[in-house]
């Protein structure tokens, strides 16, 4: 079955950067654009971004672009996002979720909190 | 960017029809996916490409769209229904994608 597993929670201090990770499996891992959406404490869902990874290719979100970076490593068939200049406001669960149009398939989330 | 408009909040009795929806200028234009989401818990695909329901999505849901609103009809609603609902467009002119606010629905 499509499984979509991200790695454990960050908590992580303003200024600094976190990566996290979406293993993927249960289907062709080039076959599929992964995404990035996030949901702070109590709001709505924001789209972040997306990566195909087939050939590298990403989009961002206005709001993110100089500070949002995607990699993927085919190898282990992975996508990994990095968000930079971190602030309080960053805190939220981050969800990958796969498709380019509809998102049927989600990781569980990985929280990242920001605090001083 | 693109802005989708959902209304907050929605209430409706159990066994009664609720719809939910989604502003959005020319939204008829674009294709539209609904999200159910519990507390606690990742999304879940509703409705995807307007109208299409994935397996093991109750046919009490439906969607459509056109001109500037997109609806999700929950028909016959039951208690389990109780939770957030999330629209999404795509269209084939641009990478990026947007989420409505939400709209939380409450069974009374």
């Known amino acids: 079955q499509v499984l979509l597993v991200q790695s454990g929670a960050e908590v992580t201090k303003p200024g600094a950067s976190v990566k996290v990770s979406c293993k993927a499996s249960?289907?062709?891992?080039?076959?599929?654009?992964l995404n990035w959406v996030r949901q702070a404490t109590g709001q709505g869902l924001e789209w972040m971004g997306r990566?195909?990874?087939?050939?590298?290719?990403?989009a961002f979100a206005e709001k993110f672009q100089g500070r949002l970076n995607m990699t993927r490593n085919t190898s282990v068939n992975t996508v990994y996002m990095e968000l930079s200049s971190l602030t309080s406001e960053d805190t939220a669960i981050y969800y990958c979720?796969?498709?380019?149009?509809?998102?049927?398939?989600w990781g569980q989330g990985t929280l990242v909190t920001v605090s001083s | 960017s693109y802005v989708l408009t959902q209304p907050p909040s929605v209430s409706v009795a159990p066994g009664e029809t609720a719809s939910l929806t989604c502003g959005g200028n020319?939204?008829?234009?674009?294709?539209v996916h609904w999200y159910q989401q519990k507390p606690g818990q990742a999304p879940v695909l509703v409705i995807y490409?307007?109208?299409d329901r994935p397996s093991g999505i109750p046919e009490r849901f439906s969607g459509s769209n056109s001109g500037n609103t997109a609806t999700l009809t929950l028909s016959r609603v039951e208690a389990g229904d109780e939770a957030d609902y999330y629209c999404?467009?795509?269209?084939?002119?641009?990478?990026?994608?947007?989420f409505g606010g939400g709209t939380k629905l409450t069974v009374l």
């Open positions: 990566m195909n990874p087939e050939n590298g290719n990403t």
């Open positions: 979720a796969r498709g380019s149009g509809s998102y049927e398939f």
């Open positions: 249960g289907y062709g891992f080039t076959t599929y654009d």
């Open positions: 999404q467009v795509s269209d084939s002119f641009s990478d990026h994608r947007v």
């Open positions: 490409y307007n109208t």
């Open positions: 020319n939204i008829g234009d674009k294709s």
